[in-house]
């Protein structure tokens, strides 16, 4: 095969957030950059977070791989509009091109749909001009004008067969490690069927997992990179039973396991002999998806759980020294003002440590992108606005305006000074910090996106200019 010079790039999110600063890569290309590597290819990968697309990296490729999620849309497909300008042959990937590769198909000469492990050398083989793309699963491409879409490719089944990550490949990585945080994987899919998630259509629903030899593996290889990790699995303790089972390996045989935290869903709380073996394995922090404390909001989010659910969690991750990051959703058809203000004070009541206040935005691939589209109530497909900041449907009892600003307001109240202050008082310096300095981010966003609430205050959508059909803001 022809030796390719491959340029890879994950673009920043256009927006701000509580986690800006502690931003880490995907794996996607990380994995397949070590598999182009492994076949004898010059890779480089720019993680936009990291590091900024230089003017000689277009320049040098031959090829150009472009990961997206739906809010970097737009910056995807300038960098690939860049690279054909260049003279290098594109191709885009990710969930957002998995979902609407026709759109990908405008910017670059291939799409790469689903999971592309078991695809990626027969992509680099078309990318040379030495295999047909119709031999390749999962890949879209136009053919005599025609745009064709391959069959999906199969998921990989044995994750051990998926490569470690060579971060050495990722430009400025050693000063991203120095920050200290290990991106870490153990295993694909979710469960559940949340009518806002893509990541079941992108993932699946069965879960697929690394065997705990492979982990054990992983976890010695990055001995010394940093002092924590977050596990990157949608649902770490989707089976308590392997959790469980990892988690005694790793400790018996006395595996590097750096302070770690992970993306758990309410029922992980239920399974106390989990929790406590979490605890003794150095979790600190877990990721919750809570959503809202409205049983009418979980029933059409299709949560199986309701706010009694939601509050023993809380206390029994706290009960063994477990931090709690809750995620809620704002602006489900059900939800109200009062809602909104009554979330904020549940999280504080509950002394949940952070939070984030997001706003239902419906990615494409997800059934509730479906059902806006199908109904008319999407007002922009300005992806860049899919953040989960940005309220981008027609909501039933309150306009853009109020619910953007009622959702920032939210965790305003969460982050007040005043609580902030009483955390540094009693000694709890980290939290305060990390409190602080979301606390800053909501007032960036504020900043920001100042003239687009004045806009929308006056009864126009922020991307057409056109007075809106719903409830305007009081």
Not at 159 to 182: C, E
Not at 367 to 380: H, Y
């Amino acid at each position: 095969m022809k030796n390719l010079k491959i340029l890879m790039i994950e673009p920043k999110s256009p927006g701000k957030h509580i986690f800006s600063r502690y931003a880490i890569p995907r794996l996607g290309l990380p994995i397949l950059g070590t598999i182009a590597k492994g076949l004898g290819h010059d890779v480089r990968i720019v993680f936009e977070e990291q590091r900024s697309l230089q003017k000689g990296d277009m320049a040098w490729a031959d090829a150009v791989c472009v990961s997206t999620i739906t809010s970097t849309a737009p910056a995807a497909y300038r960098f690939a509009d860049q690279a054909r300008q260049a003279g290098a042959r594109v191709i885009i990937g990710g969930p957002h091109a998995t979902f609407l590769p026709e759109e990908g198909l405008e910017h670059a000469d291939f799409v790469m749909r689903g999971e592309a492990e078991e695809s990626f050398p027969a992509v680099l083989e078309v990318l040379s001009q030495e295999r047909a793309p119709a031999e390749v699963p999962g890949l879209s491409y136009r053919l005599d004008g025609e745009i064709r879409h391959n069959p999906l490719a199969e998921r990989p089944t044995d994750m051990d067969r998926v490569p470690i990550a060579d971060f050495s490949l990722v430009a400025g990585m050693k000063g991203w490690f120095h920050r200290g945080v290990i991106p870490i994987q153990t295993s694909r899919g979710c469960p559940h069927h949340c009518s806002f998630c893509s990541v079941t259509p992108m993932f699946g629903h069965r879960m697929r997992y690394a065997s705990n030899e492979r982990v054990a593996e992983e976890l010695e290889r990055r001995r010394g990179s940093g002092d924590a990790m977050f596990i990157y699995d949608d649902n770490f303790c989707a089976s308590p039973r392997r959790t469980k089972e990892l988690l005694d390996y790793l400790l018996r045989r006395g595996v590097f396991l750096p302070e770690w935290s992970a993306q758990v869903s309410v029922r992980a709380a239920k399974d106390e002999q989990m929790l406590s073996l979490m605890a003794r394995a150095g979790c600190r922090v877990v990721y919750v998806g809570f959503e809202s404390i409205q049983q009418e909001s979980l029933d059409l989010f299709r949560k199986r759980q309701g706010e009694d659910d939601i509050r023993e969690a809380v206390r029994a991750f706290h009960r063994h020294g477990i931090r709690v990051h809750g995620m809620f959703i704002t602006g489900s058809d059900t939800d109200t003002v009062e809602n909104i203000r009554a979330t904020a004070r549940f999280a504080i009541e509950e002394d949940i440590e952070t939070v984030q206040f997001l706003v239902l935005t419906p990615l494409p691939g997800s059934a509730f992108f479906n059902e806006m589209e199908q109904a008319g109530r999407i007002q922009s497909h300005d992806w860049s606005l899919y953040d989960a900041h940005h309220a981008v449907f027609q909501h039933r009892n309150m306009s853009e305006a109020t619910l953007m600003e009622e959702t920032m307001n939210g965790m305003a109240k969460v982050y007040a000074w005043w609580r902030t202050l009483g955390l540094l008082l009693r000694g709890k310096v980290k939290r305060a910090v990390i409190r602080a300095y979301a606390a800053n981010q909501v007032r960036r966003w504020r900043r920001e996106n100042r003239a687009l609430l004045r806009k929308a205050r006056q009864g126009a959508t922020f991307t057409t200019g056109q007075p809106l059909a719903g409830p305007q803001a009081g």
